[in-house]
């Protein structure tokens, strides 16, 4: 019995994806569910070969560890690792309570967060507990200033804006998170790309497209980390497949000299606020 009634109109080549995706959420959380928002490469800069589907779900009461558990393994079978399957591209499915976003507060919790390099553990029966997340600062404001509303209110009129102070102590967060090879591991491609965006949000205050933001870095990093950023845009627009994972050395070096810029760049902003 179907209580919700989403909007898939605007959506082309992913509708039929998107809809078996937005079944298995009814199914599991039924009216817990306040909103449903679509986001990233499907509503900004156009899907590419590897491009994921995003999805934020913002619901009204706490998961329960047997519903996690039911909706991520449920969801499984609606996704596939990005470039695996000829129907299914790869989910990522980030599940909000809303008291905890709305009034807004930083850092704030996430109820559930689904992906296709988390396959392995749910498929052992292994979840993510609920947790902070400092990367809900930026994944709100990549919602509010683009986004498709399956369901409920635009994200706009639903989300509180996030603070700039609050971005800013997001993106530097989010750079300490790969502190080690293992951190990368499976991921390698994406993290670069998540580089370069970060550091493209923390000197524009805009969030780009992972291609727009690549393009953007080559025209303003140091010759020695092209090829790196290079191989992880073309690997993710389908133009040649190159393992990234093969070079730690340019990746660590390129977290290096991104981490500096950023951390110059957001310090020297906040100094300046000061002065005013």
């Known amino acids: 019995m179907s209580y919700l009634t989403f909007d898939t109109s605007s959506l082309d080549d992913i509708s039929g994806q998107v809809d078996e995706t937005l079944k ?7 009216t817990s569910i306040c909103a449903i928002h679509l986001f990233g490469s499907a509503v900004d ?19 329960t560890e047997s519903t996690k558990a039911a909706v991520m393994s449920t969801l499984l079978s609606v996704s596939a690792y990005p470039g695996a399957d000829a129907v299914y591209r790869a989910l990522e499915v980030t599940v909000l309570l809303y008291d905890d976003v709305v009034p807004w507060k ?13 396959r392995e553990e749910i498929s052992a029966g292994v979840f993510e507990p609920a947790m902070v997340d400092n990367d809900l600062a930026i994944l709100l404001t990549k919602v509010r200033q683009h986004s498709i509303a399956l369901y409920g209110p635009a994200a706009q009129d639903f989300f509180d804006e996030v603070p700039v102070i609050d971005l800013h102590n997001s993106l530097l967060e989010t750079l300490t998170l790969w502190a080690t090879e293992a951190d990368w591991e499976g991921d390698e491609r994406n993290i670069i790309l998540a580089l370069v965006r970060i550091w493209y949000t923390a000197v524009t205050g805009d969030i780009a497209s992972k291609e727009a933001a690549a393009n953007w870095a080559l025209q303003r990093l140091p010759s020695q980390h092209h090829n790196i950023v290079a191989a992880a845009r073309d690997d993710y627009l389908g133009l040649v497949a190159i393992d990234v994972a093969a070079y730690p050395q340019e990746r660590a070096e390129l977290l290096d000299y991104i981490r500096a810029s950023v951390t110059r760049k957001l310090v020297s902003s906040s100094q300046a606020k000061l002065l005013v």
């Open 24 to 30: 298995v959420l009814e199914q599991h959380l039924g």
């Open 106 to 118: 930083y850092p704030t919790m996430r109820q559930m967060q689904f992906g296709e390099w988390l």
């Open 45 to 63: 800069g156009g899907l590419k070969p590897l491009s994921d589907i995003d999805l934020l779900v913002t619901i009204n009461a706490p998961l």
